[in-house]
């Protein structure tokens, strides 16, 4: 097998794309021949040392991947060879082959695309929970969702249309706008050249919004929250401008607002039940066309410092697919 080979934490120039023994499942272990794996902003930080979760020394990184099952180890009866599955992590998708937990594996139903899988739970996941679970997102509410034509931006404007929700797409310039308004954008905001606090007022007459779902956090977090409806909701999911805003607690007060965290892999461990019912009824939508991932591109596996490049200089389009031939 091949696979990127992560050992010391300088970034994705210290990465080596290396020739490994194919692994052999353990008990409780399936191996999988890894159709596409996609890339996740976490994905960029674990390699610098700079994600919460630090993988111990050497590791393959790639959180999120799809493929069919090869191989079984003892004691695993969910699962066959030939399982189409769809696998969450913490490392190992940036390879030709893994070798996992049984009980990480997500099969794919039937009519669910093996590349999708690579790009399906971790962003419709995290959009899921933080719009449903966290927001109780109610229909006929408006919803800011910043850097929308990302990853998770595009699978929360999915879902919150989805739910019968008015959404305004902020994306930096005014071609992911247009991407945006093709799925299903009612107004959007090219931040970076318009002014987003002035846009939104505009938009909604004054009013405010009442989610801001914000990924990217930096110096966009203050116009946003200052924008939000009494008692509005403010999602905390990431921060991929690269800096942790400081926000005046006062805005709370005087709108009533809340400031909501969202840790998606944290409520994935904490509460399965939840998760899987999350992700039946994802599989639903998926089923009934409402939602697909927006796929910006695949490269070959061996590609992921040129996909790791996009994904720094904010390049890319819903979801970049590594995969193997």
């Given amino acids: 097998m091949k696979a990127w080979l ?7 120039g210290a990465l080596k794309w290396r020739e490994l023994p194919t692994p052999q499942p353990q008990p409780g272990q399936v191996r999988i021949a890894i159709r596409a794996a996609s890339l996740n902003f976490p994905d960029l930080l674990v390699v610098e040392g700079k994600y919460q979760f630090k993988p111990p020394l050497p590791f393959v990184p790639g959180s999120e991947f799809a493929g069919h099952v090869e191989a079984v180890g003892d ?8 399982t189409a599955v769809a696998v969450i992590g913490n490392s190992g998708g940036f390879a030709t082959h893994a070798c996992v937990d049984a009980s990480q594996l997500i099969p794919l139903p039937p009519g669910f ?5 690579a790009a399906f739970a971790f962003t419709y996941g995290t959009s899921h929970h933080a719009l449903l679970d966290r ?4 229909p006929g509410e408006t919803v800011l969702v910043l850097g ?23 994306a930096s310039t005014d071609d992911k706008c247009a991407r945006c308004r093709e799925l299903g954008a009612d107004e959007t905001i090219a931040y970076g050249r318009e002014n987003l606090r002035e846009r939104i007022k505009e938009i909604t007459g004054g009013r405010g919004v009442d989610v801001v ?14 924008s939000l409806a009494w008692r509005g909701r403010y999602l905390v999911v990431g921060f ?13 007060l005087l709108k009533g607002a809340s400031l909501v965290g969202v840790f998606w892999g944290d409520f994935v461990r904490r509460e399965p039940q939840a998760f899987a ?14 939602i697909r991932p927006v796929i910006d591109s695949r490269l070959p596996m061996s590609a992921l410092p040129q996909a790791y490049a996009r994904m720094a200089a904010r390049d890319v389009r819903g979801k970049l697919l590594l995969v193997n031939d």
């Avoid at 779902?213 to 200052?226: I, N």
């Fill in 213 to 226: 779902y914000d990924p990217v956090g930096g110096e966009l977090a203050d116009p946003a929250f200052r």
């Fill in 135 to 138: 927001a109780r997102l109610q």
């Fill in 240 to 252: 991929a401008a690269g800096t942790i805003p400081a926000l005046p607690w006062n805005l709370a």
């Fill in 6 to 12: 992560c050992e010391s934490l300088d970034g994705v």
């Fill in 75 to 82: 004691g695993v009866t969910n699962v066959a060879p030939g």
């Fill in 148 to 170: 929308a034509a990302g990853g998770v931006g595009t699978a929360a404007l999915q879902i919150a249309k989805a739910v019968g929700a008015r959404v305004i797409a902020a």
């Fill in 277 to 290: 019912h999350e992700l039946h009824e994802l599989a639903q939508w998926y089923a009934q066309g409402r």
């Fill in 113 to 117: 695309e093996v590349e999708h899988g």
